[in-house]
């Protein structure tokens, strides 16, 4: 089974919903990085968090951190055509190290 | 600062050949990492290098190697190419003192034939 789980592993919203995607590890998470990419593109950093119950936003898009379920969500309020594309949740389990686990990411399509 | 940066962005190879990638990171970072996407397995780590030296590894045959430089540049060889190895490869830098952010690189889209 795959160490860090993403979903829904895609999405279709009409411009201005809401929306939610959801990362969950196996392992024990020393940080959790969340990216977007367009295809074929390098990854954007979009937030990176490290502490349980640690939430961070940008613009409009939130990220929490639930230590103890080892969980991760990612929140887009009233979604714009400019969101869409793939969302990838990315792990370290190791502690300090370049190595980072990836979840299958989520394609995010908004229509107008 | 300037973004990580990777040569050349497409390439071309026939089974067999070998290819070597290049990677450079953000001023003043020291980790460089590399990482194999496919639409099957997803984005896979490939190894770490920091300070020159290779720090962490995936779990990727033989053929696959890389190095970095005393400038934090680095470099992804792959010998005796494969069909299967077609794929985009990114580097991603970070400053690598503790759990920092990685940072990617635009990718080197690999077409094998």
């Known amino acids: 089974s795959q160490e860090l789980e993403q979903s829904p592993q895609s999405l279709i919203v009409q411009e201005g919903k809401n929306l939610t995607i959801n990362c969950t590890s196996s392992?024990?998470?020393?940080?959790l990085y969340w990216y977007k990419q367009k295809y074929g593109e390098g990854l954007i950093f979009l937030m990176m968090l490290q502490k349980g119950g640690e939430e961070k936003s940008h613009e409009k898009i939130t990220a929490k951190l639930d230590e103890k379920k080892q969980q991760s969500s990612l929140h887009i309020t009233a979604s714009q055509p400019s969101h869409a594309g793939i969302y990838l949740c990315?792990?370290?389990?190791?502690?300090?190290?370049?190595?980072?686990?990836f979840g299958q990411g989520t394609t995010l399509q908004v229509k107008p | 600062k300037a973004g990580v940066t990777q040569t050349p962005r497409y390439l071309i190879k026939t089974r067999g050949q070998q290819v070597t990638l290049s990677c450079s990171p953000i001023s003043g970072h020291r980790s460089v990492s590399w990482y194999q996407q496919t639409p099957g397995q997803g984005l896979q780590f490939l190894f770490e290098y920091f300070s020159e030296t290779q720090r962490n590894k995936g779990n990727f045959p033989g053929r696959f190697s890389g190095r970095q430089f005393s400038n934090s540049r680095s470099e992804m060889n792959v010998s005796t190419l494969e069909l299967g190895d077609s794929a985009l490869y990114l580097c991603a830098s970070r400053d690598g003192r503790s759990t920092d952010t990685q940072y990617f690189g635009p990718g080197t889209r690999l077409t094998v034939l």
């Open positions: 990315g792990a370290d389990i190791q502690g300090n190290t370049g190595k980072l686990i």
């Open positions: 392992k024990t998470l020393y940080g």
